[in-house]
């Protein structure tokens, strides 16, 4: 079976890698653009594109795949390449780009997703980061023939995936990259021997993963500390959770949430600080935070972290992030 693959993070080259581990014949990879990365802002190669470059695949990097759009050159240009290559479907994950009507018409078996969630559940942008905030107890991949509607096609496979109380974006990211690298490769066999079933998504249960917001990251401390743990984790790696103390940005990257508190002190009230954690009051609950990073500075534990920037009980983080 001949395959485009179109995809840009690392979550898409897991997939392409397993692939290609697998032998399917991959005659173009469709990746986002170069973008500027680093302190010196220097164009940087997608993993995807670095992975195709390395194993000999080529690349075509449309900034638009629409003919009548702001780029009409990059989509024809891409269209001729889509055709030239001949493929028989192609597979997508995290590509980034819209894919008009034209590019789901164009391989015979269509356009298939790997989509890190359990459909309807959580459409959209940040299935993972969205699974983690709202506290949901299990998440999974989801195997989609893709139609024109934003995570709207049928269901071809799907496989479960329990979220841990102290899971994190990052690390829940590299298990479902795993797993929809697995599961692609298993629903390209079944399609080769007619084995796969689509099945329609239900209507009840439709969630939207809108895309994280650098401002969400902002702590608002009069929320539950259960909520803010689950925040925490939701934006560790990115944006990354954070407040002000002093005057100063504060990132907070672990934390977990505790009942009770003290009689009296507001949201973002220090309680006491040390070698365990800074225990900070909320609305509802105490958050101790375990892992914190000064602006410019490193990622460190707590006790690390008091050693450089002494914390004392009665001071109070404020939301605004300096």
């Avoid at 079976?1 to 993070?9: H, K, L, N, Q, V």
């Avoid at 692939?19 to 220097?42: C, N, S, W, Y």
């Avoid at 534990?301 to 605004?320: E, I, N, S, T």
């Amino acid at each position: 079976m001949r395959i485009i693959f179109a995809g840009t993070p690392e979550f898409a080259r897991v997939a392409l890698e397993r692939l290609h581990a697998a032998g399917f014949e991959i005659p173009l990879v469709l990746t986002q653009p170069d973008r500027p990365a680093g302190r010196g802002m220097k164009l940087q190669a997608s993993p995807v594109k670095q992975f195709a470059l390395e194993h000999g695949m080529a690349v075509a990097q449309p900034r638009s795949l629409r003919l009548d759009g702001k780029y009409p050159e990059d989509a024809a240009a891409a269209r001729e390449a889509i055709l030239a290559a001949r493929a028989d479907t192609m597979v997508v994950a995290a590509y980034g780009l819209i894919l008009p009507q034209w590019v789901l018409d164009a391989p015979p078996r269509g356009c298939l997703n790997i989509h890190a969630s359990l459909l309807p559940r959580w459409r959209g942008a940040a299935p993972i980061h969205r699974a983690i905030e709202a506290g949901d107890a299990e998440t999974g991949v989801t195997i989609m023939q893709m139609d024109a509607g934003l995570d709207t096609g049928d269901m071809l496979l799907m496989e479960r995936l329990p979220i841990a109380a102290d899971d994190t974006t990052g690390g829940l990211h590299d298990r479902l990259a795993a797993l929809g690298g697995r599961l692609i490769v298993e629903a390209l066999e079944l399609a080769a021997c007619g084995g796969l079933i689509a099945v329609k998504q239900p209507e009840a249960g439709v969630t939207y993963a809108h895309k994280i917001e650098k401002a969400e990251a902002a702590i608002d401390w009069a929320l539950p500390a259960t909520v803010l743990d689950r925040r925490v984790r939701a934006f560790n790696p990115f944006p990354g959770a954070g407040s002000s103390l002093g005057g100063e940005a504060v990132k907070v990257w672990s934390a977990r949430a505790e009942a009770g508190g003290a009689s009296g002190a507001s949201p973002g009230q220090v309680l006491a600080a040390g070698p365990e954690g800074i225990r900070v009051m909320t609305g509802d609950g105490v958050l101790v935070l375990t892992e914190l990073q000064r602006a410019g500075g490193k990622r460190l534990p707590v006790a690390d972290f008091l050693r450089g920037f002494p914390v004392a009980p009665g001071q109070v983080f404020d939301r605004a992030v300096s």
